[in-house]
């Protein structure tokens, strides 16, 4: 089983989805993408996510971000499940279902439970820039659902820092005063930061969001 570590390329492929056939880097393109994995349709945490995740939909558009979700069920389950979705969440599921019934794609991912099921996908979270590289990974236990601000917040600070001038301190949230790294210099600080900045030690350098 393949291990993924941050800044890896997200692997490619092909599967079919509840939105069609998908091939995963194509349907990317040049945007950042976000894969959800799950171990199971008809899980009730499962169920609240994607709902939340389809009602967060347009937040996720609006920064550029291509959403899709992972479950070894076929897509005939995948349908029904998301019939249930839109009841009981009053959410409406656009985003691709990918149907892994053979486990390939959670294999390529590293998502088998290493301790559990041989067929049970942990859930995990990727977000993928544009270069296809992986800059996040998330898994939580089963008993814990996923925080769609805080997924919302670290795409916000990946894309603040993608070109690796930035960082976001403990707590950031969109409009909060950012890092500069330490392999900036003064100088440069000074031409890439116009709204400038505060030195509050020579390796804690804080600037205004631009």
């Known amino acids: 089983m393949n291990m993924i570590r941050l800044g890896d390329i997200a692997p490619d492929f092909s599967a079919e989805s509840t939105e069609g056939s998908l091939d995963f880097h194509e349907w990317l393109g040049d ?34 971000v291509r959403i899709a979700a992972i479950s070894i069920d076929p897509l005939k389950s995948h349908f029904n499940w998301i019939k249930d979705i839109e009841e009981t969440q009053n959410a409406r599921v656009d985003f691709p279902i990918v149907a892994d019934e053979k486990g390939e794609v959670a294999k390529l991912y590293g998502m088998i439970h290493p301790n559990n099921d041989a067929t049970m996908t942990v859930r995990s979270v990727f977000i993928i820039a544009p270069d296809k590289r992986v800059k996040l990974i998330l898994t939580y236990p089963a008993s814990t659902g996923r925080n769609f601000d805080e997924l919302l917040r670290v795409v916000d600070s990946l894309q603040l820092t993608y070109y690796e001038y930035l960082a976001t301190p403990a707590n950031w949230k969109n409009g909060d005063d950012l890092v500069i790294l330490p392999s900036v210099s003064n100088e440069e600080a000074e031409r890439l930061f116009p709204k400038g900045f505060v030195e509050v030690k020579p390796y804690l350098r804080l600037t205004p969001q631009l």
């Open 31 to 64: 945007r950042w993408g976000m894969l959800v994995s799950h171990p199971a349709d008809f899980t009730p945490v499962c169920t609240t996510e994607l709902g939340a995740m389809a009602n967060y939909e347009e937040e996720f558009e609006a920064r550029n």
